[in-house]
């Protein structure tokens, strides 16, 4: 029992890092392309760097990101799942539980009306 409760408490640390990751990406998601258009805009328009430098940097952090992305979302997802399988198993030890109880409080009532 005391096991079960550290792993609870361990997946709820873990939930709230991973919601926490949520909402930095979706941040990342909206500033990071808007500020590196404008920033390369005005690089651009004044001359400091070619249109194809822009490019090849957009394309060089467009790539990292979605590296960093994918491994990110694989270890979330395994994390996800072996959360949901623990929960499935404990439900299922429960379901069996109420079974037991219930077969013992239908044979408490048939003894008891004896």
Sequence with gaps: M???DIDIKQDIEKNKEIQDQVER??????VVPTSFLLISLGLTIWGW???DTAFWVGF??????????WFWTIFT???????LNRASKNL????RDFRDVSKEVEEFKK????
């Excluded at 997802?77 to 959360?83: A, G, K, M, T």
Aim: charged share 25%.
């Design 92 to 95: 299922s030890e429960i379901r």
């Design 60 to 69: 060089s952090i467009f790539a990292l990101t979605s590296v960093l992305w």
């Design 49 to 51: 760097i070619s249109v």
């Design 77 to 83: 997802i395994r994390h996800l799942i072996s959360v």
């Design 25 to 30: 990406w979706d941040i990342m998601a909206k």
């Design 2 to 4: 005391m096991n079960d």
């Design 111 to 114: 003894n008891d009306k004896k």
